[in-house]
């Protein structure tokens, strides 16, 4: 199961609600952050970092292309990834693959491995509020790389403790009934603008909900689900 959904809840200070400072979520702005001297800089300019919520963007084959990311719901980065490849091209003379590698290497993208290591002394700051959605994915990445993410909260799992399975659970519905706010299906056509918009504005929605249903569970509105 998922760490930390009632152990965590008391000792949290992520008062995001009382951030008049925090944009819409409707008007949102971000950053597209694609290095690693990027995302590190990005980093250093924060200051009392209470929360970060997180949202991991897909292809259709399944593959992890890129990971938005907010700290105290106001912050937000679409930081764009590539996979975990660092072999050398293979001597056969494949020239495709060759110049695939070269491609990448030109374009200094952060690999998912890189990109957890640099989050790293964020993702196990057990002051910092992690908030995510269906977070079981990052987790197995997470603990390939050794590292051990505390204070995590997974608002799906919430959403499942406050209503069961009266609705359905997925990020886009949660964040229209419950914030209002409309999260439109990307696929592999989008363009990457709106691609990196959308999903940015995701992970505004994680944090929002998990700030409602953090306080609902307080106020003892959750039952325990049925075994």
Same mark, same amino acid.
């Given at each position: 199961?998922?760490?930390? &959904? ?6 949290? $200070?992520?008062n995001?609600?009382?951030? %008049? ?8 702005? *971000?950053?597209?952050?694609? %290095?690693?001297?990027?995302? /590190?800089?990005?980093? @250093?300019?924060?200051?009392?970092? +209470?929360s970060?919520s *997180?949202?991991?963007?897909?292809? $259709?084959?399944?593959e992890?292309?890129?990971?938005a ?6 912050d ?9 490849d660092?072999?050398?091209? +293979?001597?056969?003379?494949?020239? *495709?693959?060759?110049?695939?590698q070269? @491609?990448?290497?030109? %374009?200094?993208?952060?690999? &998912?491995?890189?990109c957890?290591? =640099?989050?790293?002394?964020?993702? +196990?700051?057990?002051?910092?509020? $992690? =908030? ?6 990052l987790?197995h990445?997470?603990?390939k790389?050794?590292?051990? =993410?505390?204070?995590? @909260? ?9 209503y069961g399975? #009266?609705?359905?659970l ?6 229209e ?8 299906k990307t696929?592999?056509?989008? #363009?990457?603008? +709106?691609?990196?918009k959308?999903l ?6 994680i944090?929002a909900l ?9 106020? %003892? /509105?959750?039952?325990?689900? /049925?075994?």
């Amino acid at each position: 199961g998922t760490p930390g &959904i009632l152990s965590e809840l008391s000792p949290i $200070k992520a008062n995001i609600s009382n951030n %008049n400072s925090r944009p819409t979520i409707k008007n949102h702005s *971000f950053k597209h952050i694609n %290095n690693s001297a990027q995302l /590190k800089q990005w980093i @250093e300019q924060q200051t009392d970092i +209470e929360s970060l919520s *997180f949202a991991i963007d897909y292809k $259709k084959s399944g593959e992890i292309i890129g990971i938005a990311l907010t700290i105290n719901a106001k912050d937000c980065v679409y930081v764009s990834l590539c996979e975990n490849d660092n072999s050398e091209p +293979e001597s056969h003379g494949d020239l *495709f693959s060759m110049s695939t590698q070269q @491609e990448k290497k030109n %374009n200094d993208a952060i690999s &998912i491995s890189e990109c957890l290591k =640099i989050l790293a002394p964020l993702l +196990e700051n057990s002051a910092i509020w $992690k =908030i995510g959605h269906d977070v079981k994915p990052l987790l197995h990445l997470a603990f390939k790389e050794n590292i051990k =993410i505390t204070a995590l @909260e997974d608002v799906m799992v919430m959403a499942y403790l406050l209503y069961g399975t #009266l609705n359905k659970l997925d990020i886009a519905t949660l964040s229209e009934q419950y914030l209002a706010q409309t999260i439109a299906k990307t696929d592999d056509k989008t #363009l990457e603008d +709106e691609r990196y918009k959308n999903l940015t504005k995701t992970s505004l929605c994680i944090a929002a909900l998990a700030e409602q249903f953090k306080l609902e569970i307080a106020q %003892n /509105k959750w039952k325990s689900p /049925k075994i």
